[in-house]
T-cell receptor, first 110, second 116 residues
Framework: DAKTTQPNSMESNEEEPVHLPCNHS???????IHWYRQLPSQGPEYVIH???SNVNNRMASLAIAEDRKSSTLILHRATLRDAAVYYC???????????FGTGTRLTIIP | GAVVSQHPSRVICKSGTSVKIECRSL??????MFWYRQFPKQSLMLMAT?????????EQGVEKDKFLINHASLTLSTLTVTSAHPEDSSFYIC????????????FGEGSWLTVV
């Protein structure tokens, strides 16, 4: 499986935008970029995914570099409830197995 | 959206006993489910792939005789930790993919196992 690299931790002020980076230099042409987040003592929660184009949904936006070797998850206005570990995962369509890296622990400062 | 539910959410068992954790897909069918284990402050580690109607596929280093997986229907997979020991205490999480929603993967709430 192609690997991803994320910073171990990040901090952001409440109500500010947050940009969570992810590097995936060995991504293959059929890999989708998925983001999940895990709140304390809960199972991971799907956030967003994309292939080549930038994507938006009610939770976040995903900006994908033109060469697809990196991506950024954007939380437009962080709240305290967004404090979680965010995982960037490469997933081939049809493959339901997810391999988790260490993720980024996001702390929101009130 | 699709929901995956686990039961129990927390369980305490005595060392040497067995404990069963259930994983259900509530509004979709899943021929494949996955079981993960997560120790405190660590990431999720895939233990095995649960296949409906056939044997589970275990990841390297996971003892199949200790972690019994049964996937008897399209909406239910069970993980039984046999002869549990304190080192088996962990957070166990299952997942399943909803192929009708673009193959998005959904996770259960997780089950905390404490072996005393």
């Amino acid at each position: 499986d192609a690997k991803t690299t994320q910073p171990n931790s990040m901090e952001s002020n409440e109500e500010e935008p947050v940009h969570l980076p992810c590097n995936h230099s060995t991504i293959s042409g059929t890999d989708y970029i998925h983001w999940y987040r895990q709140l304390p003592s809960q199972g991971p929660e799907y956030v967003i995914h994309g292939l080549t184009s930038n994507v938006n949904n009610r939770m976040a936006s995903l900006a994908i570099a033109e060469d697809r070797k990196s991506s950024t998850l954007i939380l437009h206005r962080a709240t305290l409830r967004d404090a979680a570990v965010y995982y960037c995962i490469l997933k081939n369509f049809g493959n339901e197995k997810l391999t988790f890296g260490t993720g980024t622990r996001l702390t929101i400062i009130p | 959206g699709a929901v995956v539910s686990q039961h129990p959410s927390r369980v305490i068992c005595k060392s040497g006993t067995s404990v069963k954790i259930e994983c259900r897909s509530l509004d979709f069918q899943a021929t494949t489910m996955f079981w993960y284990r997560q120790f405190p402050k660590q990431s999720l580690m895939l233990m095995a792939t649960s296949n409906e109607g056939s044997k589970a596929t275990y990841e390297q280093g996971v003892e199949k005789d200790k972690f019994l997986i049964n996937h008897a229907s399209l909406t239910l997979s069970t993980l039984t930790v046999t002869s549990a020991h304190p080192e088996d205490s962990s957070f166990y999480i299952c997942s399943a993919g909803d192929r009708l929603s673009g193959n998005t993967i959904y996770f259960g709430e997780g089950s905390w196992l404490t072996v005393v």
